[in-house]
Every structure is written in C-alpha cells, then in structure tokens.
C-alpha cells in the first residue's frame, strides 16, 4: 500500500492538494448555505411577527442537546485528527468512534424532534397548526435547513465509520496524507453550520 | 496553408504509435478510465449527443415557425420543444462544452501536468453529468416540462403540471458535476504545473478556464439551493414561492440570476480562451497586452457576480435597484471591450493564415462583438423594457452563445483535433463548413434582432402574418446552420480512419501540449517538460521567412519534438 497517488510525485504536495481541495468544497457549501440564509433573512424581514411566533414552536431542549452533542463531536473529531499527526493509531480510532457515535446519537434525538413536530401540525401544507402570517414559511426554512443539515450529516458519519473501520483493518492511508484532516474539515463545517442554524431556528422567540 | 503542403505521410493505412488510445481498447477500460484525455472524449461524445437532441428540437421550432399559424404543433408542445431545446442547450451543453471537453483534454498538457489533481473525481463528475442529464432527459421525453430553461416561478411550482421536479433534480445533479470539475481545474492549476510554468506564463486558455472553475464553484451552489427549493415546493408544498401563503416568487428570480448571470460568464469565457490560443497561432504573434488579457478575465469572473439584476428590469424590483444594476452592467462591459481590443492587435500587423480553425475564432471574434454591442442595449433601462421577451433578446443570447461560443468550441475542436487523434481532417471541408455556419448563423438569427424591435415576442408558436418573411428567412437559416453543424462530424469522422498523420505540432503551435506526441502518450510527456519563456513565443510577421509552403526542412521540423515553451 503506496500513500502516493498520481499524478504526484511528493506526499507533501498531494496532501496540499488534498487540504486546497476541501477548502474549496468548503468555500462552495457556504455559498449554498448561504442562498438559505438570505432566503430565510429575507422573510424574516418580511414576517417578523410570524417568525417570532414559530420560533417559540420549535423544542428548545432537543435542539440544546443537540447543539452539545455535535459541538462534543468536534471535539472528538479534533482529538481523531491530531493523534493522526501524531501518529497514534489507537487514539485516531478511539476519536473517530466517538465522533461517528455522537453523530449517530444526534440524528435520533433530531428523529425524536421530528416526530413530535409532524404530531404538532407544525409541516407547511395543507394541515399547519399555525395561522401567523409566515409561520408556515419559517417551518418551510425549518425543514428544509435541518433536513439538508440531517443529509450532511449522514455523510459525514458514514465517512468517519468508513474511515475507522478501515483504519481498523488497516486498510487506510492515513500516515502522511491528509486524509484525517480532510475529513475532519468536513465536519467541523457541518458542525459550524449548526451553530448558526440554532440560533436561526431555535432561539428566535424566546427573548421573554 | 494548404492541403498539400501539410506535413505527413502520403501513405494511409498506417497505425498510431503507442498512445492514452490504444492503452487498453475495452470498453471497461474507457468507461473507469482515469485519464483525464480519455474523460475529456467521454465528455465529447456525450456532449454531441446532447447537442443534437437540442439541435433537433430547434429544428421543429423554426419549422412551426415558418408559417404565421401554428400548424405543426400545439402551443403546449411548442412550450415543451422551447423547454428541452433551452434545457438541454444550456444546462447540458454549453455550460459543460469547453470546460469539460478542450479543458480536460489540453489543460494538464498545456502546463505540463501528468493528470488533473483527482483524477477519480474526474471519472465520477462524468458520470454525475450522465446521471443529471438522465434524468432531464427522461422528465422531458416523458412529456416535458413547459416551463422553459429558467423554471420561474410560481410557474414551475404552483400551475405547470409537467415534469418539473424531474427536469429539477437532472439540473441539479449535473451542478455538482460542474462544482467537482471546477474544483478539479483550480487544485491542478495550483498544483500540477510543471516546473518553470509561473501563473505569468499560463497560457490565456488555461487562465479562462481557471477563472471559469472559480464561478463554477462559487455560483453553481446557488442554483442548486434554489432548485432544491422548488423541488420541496413541488414535492412538500412548502410555500416559499406562493404569494398567497406569504411566499414571494421574485426571491426565486433574484438567486437564480444570482447563478445564472455569472454562468454566462461560464458559457463565454471558456470559448474566449481557445479564441486567444487560435488566433495567436494563425497570425503567429504574441498575445497583444498579456497581463491585460488575465486581469480582463479575472475581472469578467468577478464583476459578473454582481449584475444579476439586469435580467429582472421587468419584474417589479425597486427602480433603484434597476439603475444600479444597469450601471454595473455597463462596467462589466469593459474588460470583454479590452479583450476585443487586444484581439484585434494580436491580429494586427500579424502573419495571418486562414485555417479553419482561425475562420471559426475570427468568426467568434464578429459575433461575439455584435453579441456585445446588442447587451449594450439591454443594459440601457428604457430599450431593454422596450425588448424585454421578444425576438431581440433571443438574437442576442443566440449570437452570444451560439455564435460566440459554439464557434469557439468548434475553433478549438479543428485546433486541438490533431493533437487528440494524432489526425488530420480535411481542411478544404473544414473551412468550407466553417463560413457556410458564419453565414447560416447570421441569415438564422440576424432578422430576430428587427422582429424583435417591431414587437414579435419570443416563446409564442404563432404570429401575426406581417412577420412572415424575416420569420422565413430565419428558418431558411437554420437548415444552412443543420447542414454546416453536420459537416464537421462527417469530416472528423473520416478523419480517424483516413486522416493523414499529423505530427507533433501541425500548427507549429508554443503551448506545451504540443512539445508532446500526437496522440501523447498515457502520461502526457515522457520526460516531464521545463518551461523558460514566457508564453506565446511565435516569432512576428514582419521579417518571418516566408518558407511554409516550400521550406525543404519543415515536415524535419514538424515532427520534432519542439523546445517545450
Ligand atoms: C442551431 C440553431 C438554433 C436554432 C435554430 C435555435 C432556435 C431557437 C428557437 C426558435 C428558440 C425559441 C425562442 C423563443 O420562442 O423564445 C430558441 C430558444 C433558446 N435557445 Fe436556441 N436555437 C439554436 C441553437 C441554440 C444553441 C446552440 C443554444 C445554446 C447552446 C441555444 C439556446 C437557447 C435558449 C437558452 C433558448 C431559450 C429557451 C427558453 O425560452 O426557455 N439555442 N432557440
Ligand atoms: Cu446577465
């Protein structure tokens, strides 16, 4: 098993390549990202009094949780990518469970939210629970913030299982490369996106 | 140059040397190839089939629109025709052409690279291309979607009762072909360039399709978040977009612009890069104003970013905003202007010979300014109000990115074909194809520009009979335009069994690509090349030996391998 691919011809320069390549994917995500905001900022302007009004909807507890959970995860993803530079395989695989794990455990208490938001008629259509002018418009940013978050997410964990059970099987290039950064940048992006989805979503209304 | 004087051997049943076509001739070998010259033919051949599927739908609509009535089709159907025939066009042809067919193929040769950064990347953004395209394709076969290419809403979310959703997704899908190709292009240009290539050498088409992969990157999330709205429109019901539920349908036409502007950057740029490339070689002076040519570039990229608006005078956006806009497209239209300028003085006093492919880009180089000068009017508030959804808009986004940038496509195609099959097409066919498509294109869509302005508006498949006869030349137009796009697929087709051998570099050409074999070799160069001059090192007309035709020495030199720079 070579660390080297073509068309390089240094390790160090495949792993620049490597780091510029995911800068960019990131730089590209926060443009998408971005239209959302300004899309959602735009009605927010709009509809001040109904996006305060839903925002006191949305379940206050879950979402603190979650925002725990995934910032805890960043840590773990941290811990996983420097023990890579360190060359500490067992703290790498120690780091990349947890990191898979925690994702795991927020996607379920995100389903649990879900569920409980579909019962309460908080869906936009024909059956919505509220009658605010843009209510329904701040649920429609509502699903479809956290859904994309949600698809983000399960990439990102099914990237990081991968990785670890290939680092287990010791099917992994990651000595060298930068693989582990790589796939660490990614996740703290889906993490940096929470912690302004949050606030958008979650805190809005609640001022007292 | 002509015909008989080309270098080569007169004997035709020989076979290539050694090269990326015949490392492996399974079809598996093709289709999982991560050779970025064999992705850059994938690309090639998907791309003509989306080309004619388009091209076949044009032809109906100038059919229709032969006779005042709408005989031929219903006005449904004519809505669908427009709908595939934008769609396909746009989305799946001219916003991946260049980029993904001439910069696969020339980019890592042009600066001496092995391969792009993510070879595998590559593969799989054709294979996203084929997918997205799939997928429209079969929305617009199973019964089409009358929304045209924009997909405005509430149209395209509340009444259109065709495939939108569908046609959405295919969109959307092939956007991250274009952001993985795009990404692609950046990583290698900053990683892969040989050793002496500074970014002041670049050669101006690898500079173009650098600026195009920076929008390609940082336009194409924003149509897909909007498109992923109105597919959760569709498929949800969200409301974002429906005025009675609060929605507001202008967002929707403020992010599409947001993309959509800056993509017809992505549809011109590209083609402006190969022109420069073609026209240097075939007047063999130096690129007039380098540093000009990337800043103009680089500034198209950027200053496109902000004048979206200019498609929205109409919509009821604030009057204030009109102005800025219009002012802004002004501007923009600057550094286009330059690049005109330094064109001409490339040719200027230049040694000028007309190979097809310099017929194509001196063609570009006409249709493009005419595409120009019309965007001129459309900045201005009061014509653009005057012409807005009539024939005028359609002359003019025709003569941008059919006369502008399939010429260039084509430009390049004759240009860079030798170095890709290691063949020679028959130039008399070539050139002969290449002025009956300038003239074709201008009888085809030069009367839209006066239909317009008397007021026939664009997406309607029937007019009043005082239109008739412009509307009859410009469909008599269109069958001159079918034939001479059918030419050159004849012509490069008998060129790959009975071509004559073309030699390293046919056109005695600077860029590196050409200081290869023809067709190069799996791993481009055998000794990977050092650059020491700057780019476009041709020697200028005045006091050049006039030995082409007769120079006892030139097929010696031709076939050598020349000093890579
Ligand atoms: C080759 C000959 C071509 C002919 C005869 C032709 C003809 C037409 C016609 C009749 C329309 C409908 C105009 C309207 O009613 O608004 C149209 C629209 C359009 N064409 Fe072409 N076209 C040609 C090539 C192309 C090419 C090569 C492209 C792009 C690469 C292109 C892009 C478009 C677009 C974007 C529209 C607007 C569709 C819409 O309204 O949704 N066309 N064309
Ligand atoms: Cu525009």
Redesign the pocket.
Same mark, same amino acid.
């Given at each position: 098993m070579s660390n080297l691919h073509e068309p390089f011809q240094t390790l160090a320069r495949q792993r620049n390549a490597a780091e510029f390549g995911i800068w960019i994917f990131l730089a590209s995500e926060l443009v998408f990202f971005g239209g959302l905001f300004t899309c959602y900022s735009v009605y927010r302007l709009l509809y001040p009094q109904g996006f305060l009004a839903a925002g006191a909807e949305t379940n206050l507890i879950i979402g603190t949780a979650n925002t725990a959970i995934l910032l805890t995860s960043s840590a773990t993803m941290a811990v996983a990518v420097w023990a890579g530079r360190a060359g500490l395989r067992r703290h790498v695989l120690w780091g990349l469970c947890l990191t898979a794990m925690l994702g795991v455990g927020f996607m379920v208490l995100k389903a649990v939210e879900y569920a409980e938001d579909i019962r309460k008629g908080l869906v936009p259509g024909a059956g919505f629970a509220m009658s605010e002018r843009g209510a329904e418009i701040f649920f429609s940013f509502y699903w479809i913030m956290t859904a994309i978050h949600a698809v983000h997410l399960t990439i990102g964990v099914g990237a990081v299982s991968l990785a670890a059970w290939r680092l287990w099987r010791g099917a992994l290039d990651w000595r060298g490369t930068a693989f582990l950064h790589v796939v660490g940048l990614y996740w703290h992006l889906i993490d940096l996106i929470w912690i302004f989805l949050f606030p958008l979503l979650y805190l809005l209304g609640r001022g007292g | 140059m002509t015909d008989a004087a080309r270098p080569g051997t007169p004997d035709r049943g020989y076979s290539l040397p050694p090269s990326y076509l015949n490392a492996g001739t399974t079809l598996k070998s093709w289709l999982l190839t991560t050779d970025h010259k064999r992705i850059g033919l994938l690309y090639l051949a998907s791309i003509t089939v989306f +080309?004619m599927i388009? &091209?076949i739908a /044009? /032809?109906v609509?100038?059919t229709e =629109?032969m006779t005042p009535a709408g005989d031929l089709v219903s006005a449904d159907t004519y809505n669908r025709l +427009?709908?595939l #025939? &934008?769609v396909i066009? $746009?989305w799946f +042809? =001219?916003i991946p052409a260049v980029p993904t067919t001439l910069g696969n193929f020339v980019l890592p040769l042009a600066i001496g690279a092995r391969d792009v950064a993510f070879p595998r990347l590559n593969l799989f953004s054709w294979y996203l291309n084929i997918a997205g395209g799939s997928l429209a394709l079969s929305a617009l076969l199973l019964g089409g979607v009358d929304t045209?290419?924009?997909f405005y809403t509430p149209y395209s979310t509340l009444y259109s009762n065709s495939y939108v959703t569908l046609a959405a997704a295919g969109v959307f899908v092939a956007g991250f072909s274009s952001i993985a190709t795009g990404l692609n292009f950046i990583v290698t240009v900053h990683t892969q360039r040989t050793e002496g290539m500074g970014w002041m050498r670049l050669p101006l088409f690898v500079w173009s399709i650098y600026a195009t992969s920076i929008i390609l990157v940082l336009a194409t999330p924003a149509l897909a978040i909007v498109l992923a709205m109105i597919v959760g429109e569709r498929v949800f019901d969200l409301g974002l977009f429906d005025p009675r539920r609060g929605g507001d349908p202008i967002l929707f036409q403020h992010i599409f612009w947001f993309y959509s502007h800056p993509a017809v950057y992505i549809m011109i740029l590209p083609g402006m890069g190969v022109v420069t490339e073609v026209l240097t070689c075939f007047s063999r002076r130096k690129v007039f104003g380098y540093e000009a040519m990337v800043f103009a570039i680089l500034g198209i990229a950027i200053f496109g970013f902000f004048v979206w608006g200019h498609h929205m005078f109409v919509s009821g956006q604030s009057t204030f905003a009109s102005l800025i806009f219009s002012l802004l497209s002004f501007v923009i239209a600057v550094p286009s202007a330059i690049k005109v300028f330094n064109w001409s003085a490339t040719l200027y006093g230049g040694h000028i010979t007309f190979e097809a492919s310099m017929l194509y880009a001196l063609g570009f180089v006409g249709l493009f300014t005419m595409g120009g000068l019309t965007g001129l009017f459309l900045a201005s508030i009061p014509i653009d109000v005057h012409v807005t959804d009539t024939y005028f808009i $359609?002359a003019h +986004? #025709?003569y941008i990115? $059919?006369g502008g940038? $399939?010429s260039a496509f084509f430009a390049g195609l004759h240009f860079w074909w030798p170095k890709i099959t290691g063949r020679m097409y028959s130039e008399g066919f070539a050139r002969a194809a290449a002025l009956l498509m300038f003239v074709g294109f201008n009888v085809?869509f030069f009367p839209q520009f006066i239909l317009g302005f008397m007021g026939m508006p664009?997406?309607?498949w029937s007019y009043p009979p005082e239109f008739q006869i412009l509307n009859l030349m410009s469909s008599f137009g /269109?069958m001159i =335009?079918t034939l001479a796009?059918a030419l050159p697929m004849i012509y490069f087709a008998l060129s790959l069994w009975r071509g004559r051998m073309a030699g390293d570099n046919p056109w005695r050409a600077t860029g590196l690509e050409w200081a290869t074999a023809s067709p190069p070799p799996r791993e481009n160069f055998v000794q990977r090349p050092v650059v020491d001059r700057a780019p476009y090192d041709y020697h200028p007309a005045h006091g050049e030996p006039t030995e082409r035709e007769d120079d006892p020495d030139r097929e010696k030199r031709d076939d050598r391998p020349e000093d890579p720079a």
């Open positions: - | +080309f388009g &091209g /044009a /032809a609509m100038r =629109l +427009f709908t #025939h &934008g066009m $746009v +042809f =001219l045209g290419w924009t $359609v +986004f #025709h990115m $059919v940038m $399939v085809t664009r997406r309607y /269109a =335009l796009y």
